[in-house]
């Protein structure tokens, strides 16, 4: 089955640092991925997605590429803050079951001034 | 951009009492909802699939006539816990997708923040 997996956290980095999440898929046909952020005590919001294979998706100084030949979607930031804490989620949807999205098992981040 | 509001955002409840979530698209139109439970420190789990006018699709696992889902509106999907007991504690989030004409079944679902539900 469909399946996300994600490196395990929590990833402890000082400001300013560079970041990167691991996240590899196992998929049948062609999912969309995503990563989604959870601040604490909030729902998720959607960072970026990509479609399709060698897709870039960007947003907020964070990027990740659909490597369809290594099944990853890693999330990288050149320069990390304080108020990029947070657990980010890695996650793609099932194109034969309305879309629905599975989800990593989630990474904490925690940024030290 | 598009908003999804879920009330209550905390319940607190005496064991043996039902328990109802509002999970409402507040910008567009959304024919498919999606109720999830995150247990603390843990990811998602996808509860139910509910779609706008017909049964809610139920994982694995998952007791449905625990667990009641309504989709009467294009905007509205609720989700009544009942008789709730102590294990049905836990993190609930609903998301929705838009609905865009031609746009197929792949746009992003959008996530409410969560009701944080307590059974005493």
């Known amino acids: 089955g469909n399946s996300v997996t994600q490196m395990e956290g929590p990833v402890t980095l000082s400001e300013e640092a560079f970041l990167t999440i691991n996240c590899t898929y196992t998929?049948?046909?062609?999912?969309?991925l995503f990563w989604y952020v959870q601040y604490p005590g909030e729902g998720l919001q959607l960072l970026l997605k990509?479609?399709?294979?060698?897709d870039k998706g960007s947003n907020k100084g964070f990027e990740a590429t659909y490597r369809k030949e290594t099944t990853s979607f890693h999330l990288e930031k050149g320069s990390v803050q304080v108020s990029d804490s947070a657990v980010y989620f890695c996650a793609l949807s099932d194109p034969g079951g309305y879309n629905k999205l599975i989800f990593g098992a989630g990474t904490r981040l925690a940024v030290h001034p | 951009g598009a908003v999804v509001s879920q009330h209550p955002s905390r319940v607190i409840c005496k064991s043996g009492t039902s328990v109802k979530i509002e999970c409402r698209s507040l910008d567009f139109q959304a024919t498919t909802m999606f109720w999830y439970r995150q247990f603390p420190k843990q990811s998602l789990m996808l509860m139910a699939t509910s779609n706008e006018g017909s049964k809610a699709t139920y994982e694995q696992g998952v007791e449905k006539d625990k667990f009641l889902i309504n989709h009467a509106s294009l905007t509205l999907s609720t989700l009544t816990v009942t008789s709730a007991h102590p294990e049905d504690s836990s993190f609930y989030i609903c998301s929705a997708r838009p609905q865009f004409p031609g746009m197929g079944e792949n746009q992003p679902q959008h996530f409410g923040d969560g009701t944080r539900l307590s059974i005493l």
């Open positions: 998929a049948t046909g062609y999912p969309s």
């Open positions: 990509a479609t399709k294979a060698d």
